[in-house]
């Protein structure tokens, strides 16, 4: 007997939470916490090079170069499976901490085209949002993504455009806010799911921050001393000699 059965979507409910990727730090989060990036691909690279150097070398169809050839494909399965066991391990981490996640809407084919390619591919940003996006639905946890524009310049406590070149790693405000530039876009990430929220119909009893008053509407409070934490999270390292 086959049947057909309907899942629901999760609906917004708990602990609001919003994530802001970027290669500085794989992910900060709206309450403090900055995760570093692992690099898979960079890390392997001159091993990577060094075979395939010594494949160049060898007569293509013979033992050897099958040989080689084997020991390539290994090799990037393992920078591929290394990716996305970190990005599963990540993403439950996250799930963990809230009963919704807010991301940004990127635009991920004009960031791999960029001068950070290399290292934006070796992120795997698309693929790790997938994966949250899955995790969060399996563990009842609510997942939407927001509009990107802006939010690395907007002040997430009185809402000023707070212009910044690249090279200005912290957030301060004429207002007095000052944090990590990549935790304050994560606040303005989270504000902007939960206004989405209200804008739908659908009431969410949170502040910004996760700080100062809750009840009766969403509040655009928070704190103005804003601590950051940085993690190494599980950064697999290559044991396996070629």
Known sequence: MQCDLYVP???PHGEPLGIDVGLLSFVATSSGELIERPRFFV???SQLKLLQRRLKRKKKGSKNWSLLNQKIALLHEHISNSRKDWHFKLSHHLANQAGMIFAEDL????????????HTLDA????????LSWVCWKRDVYFAKVDCNGTSQTCPLCDTHTPKDLSVRVHDCVCGYKTDRDVAAAQVVKKRGLLSLNADGQAVFQNVCGDGLTGIEISTQVSLKQKTQTVKFGIPRLTSKM
């Open 124 to 131: 795997g940003f698309g693929q790790f949002l997938n994966i």
């Open 43 to 45: 890390d392997t690279q």
């Open 107 to 118: 635009n991920l084919k004009a960031m791999s085209r960029g001068m950070l390619s290399k």
């Open 9 to 11: 979507d999760v609906p």
